[in-house]
Structure formats: structure tokens, C-alpha cells
């Protein structure tokens, strides 16, 4: 996935506001920050758009149950998913609410346009709905799902309304051309493209767009008081509200929309749809993840293996936010099966490549550049041209994670930036320095070796700084590179190109030691 200029606009769904955030939110929020990372270290111009969705009618029931209005109850859920989002280092720069007039007022005139383009048109339907999802569906799906909620397995309800329409079905030749050949990555992973075409292929029919009985919690359709704009029409329009503004509006068309994949037909047919009638660009990508489960089973709270809020600050008070973010983005459900978060995984991959891996080559190649050089970065000698190739390694691992990155694979980039720490690592088994310094007149040989261990050191790190960045951060300040920090923070770009590439230490910076990153720990 790329985009024409070097502006990134990444979206995360917005999220009901019916309920606190939990792991799927968590995820999903996590690696639209590690994409927003990659590009600002890049030095792209970055926009990160986060949210809640707040006009369902869950919300007026749910507000109602407890003496609430639905403002008030769609504010303190919205609360909780912004407060969540801080305290977890997310780096969004908006967060938008379908309650604000900001977004309201875009919404209705987007209507209006498709009113009078004839796109939308009054009408009545009869069909399969599903009230937990408010959502109808299709009569051969309800057939097929025993005419229960493939989401919650409650039964379907036989509805009858008068709604306003979407000719969709005017749009199914413009889809499966920009699908099929236009743009082959529009939908991705390649799994949900080819069950999108399939669906497309099998005929579209117009979708209501609005709903009747939301008591006034809604944006109205214009001219028609009675009718509010269904819940989810209104949702996907806030990926343009938010930045259909004289100041924003370079961001548009988004480069990537991150959702789960029960929301796919939503995001790549309708909204897509919506966009070719308004004759607005369309998104670069959209990219539906699966599921977590839990300990090999669905995640359930009646079964106790609900990853909650609480749950989740366990995890970061026990190993670190960046273990967080470091199991998330590696081990997380971007393919087209679901992941499990199970416990002595994390413990696993936590040993494995944060203490094992990182922390561990950090504290080796800091330490023997004290206890050898003074803490001083050594000179390299005559053999840094040919320094069993690790510079050849390093530039090797820096392809392999950008072009894991620009396809949305930041397992994989992490993947390439693993492989350079142990590269380090073996480096130092070959040639052991440690052996080597015995000897003085070694340490010239000595200060190559360490020159270059902390060379790769340090591109390792930019390549890992967007998961984790916190430890990365502590890395540099011993690296002697704080100027990335600086940079990072000051303007939001960083100089990636330049950065990254061998030979940028400095002889004489000073190396400092420091407590693990990375602590081991023993499963629990």
C-alpha cells in the first residue's frame, strides 16, 4: 500500500459507545499507532484519526436503564475510550465523536448531495433484522444463519419501515472494477478481497439508510424529522467529516482504514460506494483484521477470559506498556485467522525477544563499549568497509521492514528488525571481543567489532521505535542519540532516510550503561 504524496492518513473504526474498551479496541487503535509511527519517523506527514460512534439505539436504551441521557451516557463512554487511548500512548491527532456538530453538520450535507443527486430516494423495506447489530440482513444469509444473529445467535426479528435508500446497486460494476483491476489491494487481507467479490459478485441490492423510532437521538434526514440516519452510514462518513475542513483537507483520500472483520462489508462496498456518488476520492486501502481469542476459546465474559480493561493494565503494570504493544503488534490477528492472547504466550515472546533479544544485546554491546573503550564509542578500524557484511545486514533488515510496513505487515517489518538484533548477536559469538581484549594490542580490532555492534544497535532501534518506544527512547539516551528523540518530539518527522543509514555514530559519543530493558521474567 502506498500512497501519491507523503501524507499518511491511517483510521481506526469508531467505537460503540456502549460499553468500555476492551481488547479488540485496543488492538486495532494499537497498530493504526505503530503505522502513524513508521510514518512520522519517516518524516510523512502523518494524521491519525481514532473515535466513538454514538447514535445506535443501544445507547438510548441503555442511557434509559440507568437514568441517563443518551448524551450523557454516550459522553461517559466516550470518556473512557479517550482516557484509555492516553494512557496507553496511542498518538492519534483527533478524536471524533458522531455526537459533535462538527461532524453532524457534514453528515447532512452529504445527504442533502445524495438527495439531490437522486443517489438516495424514499422507499419501504421488509426484512431480516438483527437487533443487536441493528443491521438487517440479506434473506438468503438469514436463511443460511438459521435466521439468527450470526453475531449473538438470538433470533432475527421480521421488520417493516418506511427508509430512505442508497442505490447501491448502481455501483456494483465501479466496485468490482476498482476491486479487480483499478486497485488489486483496496481490500486486504487477500481472503476478505476475494469473499467481498464473491458477495459483489452475486448482485447488490439499494440498503436503507435510515431508521424511524430513535427518539431524536440521531441526525435527521434533511427535510424529514421522522427519519435519522442509519447509525451506520452516519459512522462511516466521520473518516471524511474529520478532515473535510480548508485546514485538513490534504489528508483525503485516507491511505488505510483499519477494522475487525465483521464490519468488511461496511467499509469496502457501501463506503466506497458512498464516495463514487458524492464524487469524492476513495481510500487507498482497506484492512479488515480478525478476532482475538482467548487461552485456544472464544473470548467470553461468562467464561472469565475476557481481555478487559483491568486486565490489560495488568499486563502493563507486570511487563511494560511496550510489551504490550510488542505482543499486540507481532502476535496479533492481521491475516485472515484469529490470534490467541494466552498467558505463557506472552510470557514466551516477552523472554524470547524483548529479554532475550533486545534487552539482552543492548546491555552487552553498552557494557563492553564501558568496561573496554569508557564508555566512549570506539574508532573503527581499517576492517568497518568489510565488517562481516553487518553493514550489508543492516541495510538488508531496513528493506525487509519498509516493505513489510507500506503493505501493513508490522509483524513482519518487527520480524526484519528482530533478525538484525540476532545478527548482533552471532556477530559477537564470530568474533568475541571478549576474548579479544585480553590481548591490548587487540582493542584497536576490539573497537571495530564494538563500532559495529553499536552501529546496527542503533538502526535497530528506529526500526523497533514504533512498537516500542519507550525502551527505544531509553536506548538512544544510552546510544548517545537523543537528537531522534528530539526531532520526534519537536515537529512530529523524523529524518528516517538519513538515520538509517550505516556509519552515522560518531566516534568518542558517549555510551552509557543502564538497568535492563527488558527484565526477564518467570512464568507466572
Same mark, same amino acid.
Request: hydrophobic content about 40%.
Given at each position: 500500500?502506498?500512497t501519491?504524496?507523503a501524507r499518511?492518513?491511517v483510521?481506526t473504526p469508531?467505537y460503540?459507545v ?6 479488540g479496541?485496543v ?10 509511527r513508521?510514518?512520522?519517523l519517516?518524516?510523512?506527514?502523518v494524521f491519525?484519526l481514532?473515535?466513538?460512534d @454514538?447514535?445506535?439505539?443501544? $445507547?438510548?436504551d %441503555?442511557? /434509559?436503564?440507568? =437514568?441517563?441521557s443518551?448524551?450523557?451516557?454516550a *459522553? ?13 500512548g496511542?498518538s492519534?491527532?483527533d478524536f ?14 452529504y445527504?442533502e448531495?445524495?438527495?439531490a443527486?437522486?443517489?438516495v430516494?424514499?422507499?419501504e423495506?421488509?426484512g431480516?433484522?438483527d437487533?443487536?447489530?441493528e443491521?438487517y440482513?440479506?434473506e ?6 438459521d435466521?439468527?444473529?450470526?453475531i ?7 421488520k ?11 455501483y ?6 476498482l476491486?479487480e ?10 481472503a476478505r478481497?476475494n469473499?467481498v467479490?464473491?458477495?459483489?459478485? @452475486?448482485?447488490?441490492?439499494d $440498503?436503507?439508510? %435510515?431508521r /424511524?423510532?430513535? =427518539? ?6 434533511? *427535510?424529514?424529522?421522522?427519519q ?5 452510514i452516519d ?17 483525503w483520500?485516507a491511505?488505510?482504514h483499519?477494522i475487525?472483520?465483521?464490519i ?10 458512498l464516495?463514487m ?5 476513495l481510500?487507498?486501502?482497506v484492512?479488515a ?6 487461552e ?32 499486540l ?13 494466552a ?5 514466551a ?7 532475550n533479544?533486545?534487552g539482552?544485546?543492548?546491555s ?5 563499549i564501558?568496561?573496554?573503550?569508557d564508555g ?6 581499517r576492517?568497518?568497509a568489510v565488517?562481516?557484511?553487518?553493514d550489508?545486514?543492516?541495510?538488508t533488515?531496513v528493506?525487509?521492514?519498509t516493505?513489510a510496513?507500506?503493505r ?13 538484533i540476532?545478527?548482533?548477536d552471532?556477530y ?7 576474548r579479544?581484549a585480553?590481548?591490548?594490542e587487540n582493542l ?22 514504533p ?9 538512544w539516551?544510552r546510544?548517545?542519540?537523543?537528537a531522534?528523540?528530539?526531532a ?12 538509517i ?16 530493558l527488558?527484565?526477564?521474567v518467570?512464568?507466572?
Amino acid at each position: 500500500m502506498s500512497t501519491d504524496t507523503a501524507r499518511f492518513y491511517v483510521t481506526t473504526p469508531i467505537y460503540y459507545v456502549n460499553d468500555r474498551p476492551h481488547i479488540g479496541h485496543v488492538y486495532t487503535t494499537t497498530v493504526a499507532d505503530v503505522l502513524a509511527r513508521y510514518h512520522r519517523l519517516r518524516g510523512d506527514e502523518v494524521f491519525f484519526l481514532t473515535g466513538t460512534d @454514538e447514535h445506535a439505539a443501544k $445507547v438510548v436504551d %441503555s442511557a /434509559t436503564d440507568r =437514568g441517563l441521557s443518551p448524551q450523557q451516557w454516550a *459522553g461517559q463512554n466516550a470518556a473512557a475510550f479517550r482516557d484509555t487511548f492516553a494512557r496507553l500512548g496511542m498518538s492519534n491527532n483527533d478524536f471524533i465523536r458522531t455526537s459533535e456538530d462538527r461532524h453532524k453538520d457534514k453528515v447532512l450535507a452529504y445527504v442533502e448531495q445524495l438527495l439531490a443527486s437522486g443517489d438516495v430516494y424514499a422507499g419501504e423495506y421488509e426484512g431480516w433484522y438483527d437487533a443487536g447489530q441493528e443491521e438487517y440482513i440479506p434473506e438468503n444469509k438469514a436463511k443460511e444463519y438459521d435466521f439468527r444473529s450470526p453475531i449473538n445467535n438470538q433470533p432475527l426479528v421480521r421488520k417493516r419501515e418506511k427508509n430512505y435508500f442508497f442505490k447501491l446497486s448502481a455501483y456494483r460494476d465501479r466496485l468490482l472494477q476498482l476491486i479487480e483491476k483499478d486497485n488489486p489491494t483496496f481490500v486486504q487481507p487477500e481472503a476478505r478481497r476475494n469473499e467481498v467479490l464473491a458477495r459483489i459478485r @452475486e448482485g447488490l441490492n439499494d $440498503v436503507p439508510i %435510515s431508521r /424511524t423510532g430513535t =427518539g431524536g437521538w440521531g441526525i435527521p434526514v434533511p *427535510g424529514d424529522d421522522e427519519q435519522s440516519i442509519y447509525v451506520w452510514i452516519d459512522a462511516l462518513f466521520n473518516y471524511l467529516t474529520t478532515v473535510d475542513t480548508d485546514d485538513r483537507i490534504r489528508y483525503w483520500p485516507a491511505s488505510v482504514h483499519l477494522i475487525a472483520k465483521d464490519i468488511l462489508w461496511f467499509h469496502a462496498v457501501i463506503w466506497p460506494a458512498l464516495l463514487m456518488a458524492l464524487d469524492r476520492p476513495l481510500p487507498h486501502q482497506v484492512y479488515a483484521h480478525s478476532f482475538w481469542i482467548a487461552e485456544g476459546q472464544k473470548m467470553s465474559k461468562s467464561l472469565g477470559n475476557f481481555i478487559d480493561l483491568e486486565k490489560i493494565d495488568e499486563y502493563v503494570t507486570e511487563f511494560s506498556l511496550d510489551a504490550l504493544r510488542y505482543f499486540l503488534t507481532t502476535q496479533g490477528p492481521m491475516g485472515a485467522t484469529d490470534a490467541d492472547f494466552a498467558q505463557d504466550k506472552f510470557v514466551a515472546v516477552y523472554n524470547s525477544d524483548l529479554a532475550n533479544a533486545v534487552g539482552n544485546c543492548a546491555s552487552r554491546v553498552t557494557n563492553m563499549i564501558n568496561r573496554y573503550f569508557d564508555g566512549k564509542l570506539p574508532p573503527h578500524g581499517r576492517e568497518f568497509a568489510v565488517s562481516h557484511e553487518y553493514d550489508r545486514s543492516a541495510e538488508t533488515a531496513v528493506a525487509q521492514y519498509t516493505e513489510a510496513m507500506d503493505r501493513v505487515h508490522p509483524a513482519q517489518a518487527v520480524e526484519a528488525a528482530i533478525k538484525l538484533i540476532g545478527d548482533i548477536d552471532s556477530y559477537i559469538e564470530q568474533t568475541q571481543p571478549f576474548r579479544l581484549a585480553k590481548d591490548p594490542e587487540n582493542l584497536p580490532k576490539v573497537g571495530t567489532i564494538l563500532y559495529n555492534c553499536a552501529e546496527a544497535l542503533r538502526i535497530a532501534s528506529l526500526l523497533l521505535w514504533p512498537v516500542i518506544p519507550d525502551a527505544m527512547e531509553k536506548l538512544w539516551e544510552r546510544l548517545g542519540q537523543t537528537a531522534y528523540t528530539q526531532a520526534l518530539a519537536n515537529n512530529g518527522c523524523g529524518q528516517f532516510s538519513r538515520w538509517i543509514a550505516w556509519g552515522q555514530s560518531k566516534p568518542d559519543t558517549p555510551i552509557a550503561k543502564g538497568d535492563p530493558l527488558f527484565p526477564r521474567v518467570e512464568k507466572s
